[in-house]
């Protein structure tokens, strides 16, 4: 980060902890209509512009390690695997052989110097390309360079893989903005993959998502934890161009340390800063991201059904060296998760609420904007006419999003 940037960021820290009032000129959010959580048609529609058109975080390549190894991967409802070609590129596929269908891989992770549909034996490389088939001498004008496995697009940043169903979308550098510019300032091509776990909860997708763009629920679901030493009445929020978005919490007390990070390896090059303080990043649409110098998580919120979502949790860590695991990552680990478990605790209630009449919108406050540009960049993707407009959430902070195209940018931060 340039120390421009970082000063802005305390700036408004002491901006936000003084504050009476919302900055003037800041606009009073329409409600959220609950419609948007229960309705059947409105969730086709995320799937269709939303979930099947963005660029989302899948996999580390630690997780594919050797030439030939693969893993299969579900997450967006689509049979998909990933596999680590002989010339050491990781790509993904459709998990469906060109003939009649069926999977070309049936165990969920693996190593093969190709794969081979069990159906009727066509085999491919570890490219995609078909290689070989039962009884070719029966196939009339069979051209089997057009019969390669369908490829999805794939980019990284860093050991970090990224997948977009759309053909046609931008560079994934290009789509995530500067999400992508935080991530990479933590050194991802170094980070080593520590473990994941996923955790199936009864809502929609959107109302954890929701919880993990504000603080202001600190004080009431977090008192014992994250509270004692996250100040949320001066965090810090950028919102950024195409729904990413930046939330940086001060600690109560300057020169803090998490006790649950001692004695594990930092990051070589990172910041100091980001050892400072808490900030979250939002890269659109599901992931969120606490950076921290010794690594950080990956949480990912991925839609199920309409009232029933996963977070999965991904670990990145500098390498630790030879040897096992320091034991402080289990308190870490297990810390996090006595957190996670906090911010879930009433995701079911609320779904039940959003299913009744005793709900008929969410109104936001001004520490629950990045709520708000969440849902905007999703009308923007849907596009509004295909929206009924009940359900629909109007653009209202257009000049409080920061397109970062000049120095001048820092000056929607209020004086």
């Known amino acids: 980060m340039n120390p421009a940037e970082v000063q802005a960021i305390l700036d408004r820290h002491a901006y936000e902890a003084a504050r009476s009032n919302p900055p003037e000129g800041f606009p009073k959010l329409p409600d959220i209509p609950r419609e948007r959580y229960v309705d059947p048609a409105f969730a086709e529609l995320e799937k269709k512009h939303l979930w099947h058109k963005s660029w989302v975080y899948a996999i580390h390549g630690d997780e594919v390690p050797k030439p030939g190894s693969y893993l299969q991967w579900t997450r967006l409802g689509e049979p998909l695997f990933f596999i680590r070609g002989e010339d050491g590129k990781v790509r993904c596929f459709y998990n469906v052989c060109r003939h ?3 999977p070309v891989v049936t165990e969920e992770s693996g190593e093969s110097r190709g794969v081979t549909c ?6 491919y490389n570890t490219r995609g390309e078909l290689v070989n088939l039962r009884d070719r001498r029966d196939f009339v004008g069979l051209d089997m360079s057009c019969r390669s496995l369908n490829e999805v697009r794939c980019e990284s940043l860093g050991n970090l893989y990224f997948i977009n169903l759309d053909p046609d979308a931008p560079p994934l550098r290009e789509a995530m903005g500067p999400a992508g510019d935080a991530i990479m300032e933590m050194k991802p091509e170094t980070l080593i993959f520590v473990e994941k776990t996923a ?19 600190l004080k009431s679901i977090h008192q014992n934890t994250v509270d004692r030493f996250l100040d949320h009445r001066g965090s810090a929020i950028a919102l950024w161009p195409h729904g990413h978005s930046r939330m940086v919490t001060p600690f109560k007390k300057e020169g803090w340390k998490d006790p649950g990070v001692r004695g594990l390896p930092e990051i070589e090059g990172v910041d100091p800063y980001i050892g400072t303080t808490n900030m979250s990043i939002l890269a659109y649409p599901n992931l969120v991201t606490p950076l921290a110098p010794q690594g950080m998580p990956f949480l990912c919120f991925w839609p199920e059904t309409i ?8 670990w990145f860590s500098p390498s630790w060296g030879d040897g096992p695991r ?5 308190m870490r680990l297990s810390n996090f998760l006595a957190i996670l478990d906090e911010d879930l605790q009433f995701a079911d209630h609320i779904q039940k609420s959003v299913e009744s009449n005793g709900v008929k919108g969410f109104p936001l406050n001004y520490q629950e904007r990045r709520i708000y540009h969440w849902h905007e960049e999703l009308d923007r993707r849907i596009g509004a006419q295909n929206i009924r407009p009940e359900m629909r959430v109007p653009e209202v902070l257009g000049e409080w999003v920061d397109a970062r195209s000049s120095a001048a940018a820092p000056a929607l931060v209020p004086a």
């Not at 069990?118 to 085999?123: A, P």
């Not at 009232?307 to 991904?314: G, R």
């Open 199 to 217: 955790i199936k909860v009864a809502c929609n997708v959107k109302i954890l998502l929701d919880a993990f763009l504000e603080v202001y629920h």
């Open 307 to 314: 009232d029933t979502m996963v977070i999965e949790v991904h």
């Open 100 to 102: 009649r269908g069926a």
């Open 118 to 123: 069990k159906y009727h034996g066509w085999t």
């Open 326 to 330: 320091p034991e402080v990552w289990d």
